[in-house]
């Protein structure tokens, strides 16, 4: 009872000091998985910046020897800049494609009560998330070489495009359904055709949606591997994805100081990319899901 | 769905015209994705390959190639590969790490902040040839940086261990969409019941497991149905391993390209995508369903 009675007396005005210690312990932790995080998505990374400036690259990350020889081999190489242009090629080819395909079906979507067209979009949501190209490698083969699609740029371009479509219409319906329609009743009152109100007034209104799809269906083309791998033939057509596992000496060995200087270049427009979008629109949360 | 305001034809369109905007996109999804999937199903029942007398003559067999998967060792390797990777790599690495990512920069000043999401992000950017030949450098049995840094020289990871490189390899390169997701889904989380869970006294895990997880229950199956639909078809880990050493990392995208491509198996190797198709779609009605019976909640 007595003892009771004398404990509050006892309690401290401040946290105790072990309190304060175990604080900063737990602080000064949880920095170190900061940092520890940090050097595991970094470390990877450092290659592809330090290398292409070292004059003799080895697979090891060091401070480069400083020397821009390994760009004059890459401006020299017959492959690596024909292989930059061959992917510009395809992927402006494949977001042009998606971008005007997408854009005229996700506006008639969005505007006209076509039959079936809630169950439609359902099942191109659907598809676009099952038929992966992994999955359908082996009839795209076969179909492209039935076609005679083998070993064209066009055929890489037609199947990404099939492929990206789904979720573009998907996307950009949203987009096409947030814009405000009182323009376009005013566009008609003036006597603009349907196609003159879609390119003078719906498109201009919806260039951010626009402008993501864009982006995205570059960036998706320019880094797709495999569809190029199986489709294309001759090392003059091949993409910058897959021209980076042709540069080996006879020996087998990889030719480093080509690879790194090309990897940059390759990487950096997808970065650029990036940071445009997210500067302008604000990319954050148009990676596919809209809750 | 009733008639709605969204659907007004403000422009004048017309049926007609409706449908032939939307024409050529069907067309090109109809050519390039439905009949490919469709085809499976047939090139699945019948005996095709790449050369030889079976290539200018496919028989159909049924589902022979179907009993041939049941039986064949590799596929079953494959199978039970591929679930090790999607468990291992994206409902384990990538839901966990992006989770205390985004729980941690909700601590940290904005700088920091900004400095640890790009890294992130980069590692989801760049082009899949890059960081396959990223992740081969530095695993590197020469001259790695791993071996460097851990002072064990010659000691070859990729053939020691491939299913953990390639796992780690995708834990790396695919964690910023789940930081991304999950940092997006802790601002909604109200920062007034987490105030007074403290006050009552509860502990983080507490805090975690009461406030923090009823409010993004949600958006960790979303995250969880995505990331594992991505990485179950994810074929770069083919330009890791390849599939080996000896069918080791051999995961299905690289088993169906080493015997459809590879050695010219096209009927078995469509037979092995229809069942990757079959899983891809369970996987996808069970996130749209979820989609589905959050937006009647809301």
């Known amino acids: ?291 | 769905m009733p008639r709605t305001a969204v659907a007004t034809d403000a422009a004048g369109l017309g049926r007609a015209r409706a449908g032939g905007f939307v024409a050529p996109a069907l067309v090109l999804v109809g050519l390039f994705l439905v009949f490919p999937a469709l085809w499976t199903i047939y090139l699945g029942l019948t005996d095709y390959r790449l050369t030889g007398l079976a290539a200018a003559a496919p028989k159909m067999v049924g589902l022979q190639n179907f009993r041939d998967a049941l039986a064949d060792r590799f596929f079953l390797n494959s199978l039970w590969l591929t679930l090790i990777y999607v468990a291992g790599s994206a409902i384990i690495g990538q839901t966990v790490l992006g989770f205390a990512l985004a729980w941690m920069m909700q601590k940290v000043r904005p700088s920091v902040r900004g400095v640890v999401e790009t890294v992130v992000l980069l590692a989801w950017l760049l082009p899949g040839s890059v960081v396959s030949f990223l992740w081969w450098a530095m695993l590197n049995r020469r001259d790695g940086t791993l071996n460097a840094l851990l002072d064990t020289p010659g000691y070859n990871w990729l053939i020691q261990h491939p299913m953990l490189s390639i796992i780690v390899f995708n834990t790396w390169r695919g964690t910023a969409f789940s930081m991304m997701l999950f940092s997006a889904a802790l601002q909604a989380v109200p920062p007034s019941q987490l105030e007074s869970a403290r006050m009552a006294g509860a502990n983080g895990a507490q805090q975690f497991r009461d406030v923090v997880f009823p409010h993004i229950r949600g958006h960790v199956l979303t995250n969880t149905l995505l990331i594992s639909l991505w990485t179950f078809n994810d074929f770069s880990p083919y330009l890791l391993t390849a599939g080996g050493p000896n069918h080791k990392s051999e995961i299905l995208p690289a088993f169906i390209y080493n015997r459809a491509i590879g050695t010219g198996e096209l009927g078995y190797g469509a037979a092995i995508s229809l069942i990757m198709l079959v899983i891809n779609l369970i996987i996808a009605l069970l996130y749209l369903t979820l989609l589905r019976t959050r937006k009647v909640k809301t």
């Open chain 1, 1 to 291: 009872m007595t003892a009771t009675a004398a404990r509050p007396a006892a309690v401290p005005l401040g946290p105790p000091p072990s309190m304060v210690v175990k604080k900063f312990v737990s602080r000064v932790l949880f920095y170190v998985v900061i940092a520890l995080l940090l050097v595991f998505f970094m470390l990877p990374m450092l290659w592809i910046v330090l290398a292409p400036f070292d004059a003799s690259p080895s697979l090891t990350i060091k401070l480069p020897d400083f020397s821009t020889g390994n760009f004059s081999e890459l401006w020299h190489n017959p492959y690596a800049l024909r292989s930059l242009l061959n992917a510009l090629i395809i992927s402006l080819g494949t977001m042009a494609l998606v971008l005007v395909f997408g854009a005229l079906a996700s506006y008639a979507l969005s505007r006209v009560r076509v039959p079936g067209r809630d169950a439609l979009l359902y099942a191109l949501l659907l598809l676009s998330s099952i038929v992966s190209g992994t999955a359908a490698m082996v009839p795209i083969f076969l179909l492209m070489t039935n076609v005679h699609l083998i070993d064209s740029q066009l055929g890489v371009v037609l199947v990404m495009t099939g492929g990206l479509l789904p979720a573009a219409i998907f996307i950009l319906k949203d987009f096409m359904d947030a814009t405000p329609r009182s323009y376009e009743e005013s566009a008609k009152v003036f006597g603009a055709s349907p196609l003159q109100i879609l390119r003078h007034v719906v498109i201009p209104i919806a260039r951010p949606g626009l402008a993501t799809i864009a982006v995205w269906a570059l960036v998706n083309a320019w880094g797709n591997f495999l569809v190029p791998f199986i489709l294309l033939r001759s090392a003059d057509k091949y993409p910058a994805a897959v021209v980076m596992y042709t540069f080996y000496t006879e020996g087998g060995q990889p030719k480093l100081g080509l690879i790194s200087a090309f990897s940059l270049m390759y990487s950096i427009p997808v970065v650029i990319a990036y940071l445009v979008v997210s500067r302008r629109y604000g990319f954050r949360f148009h990676g596919g899901i809209k809750s």
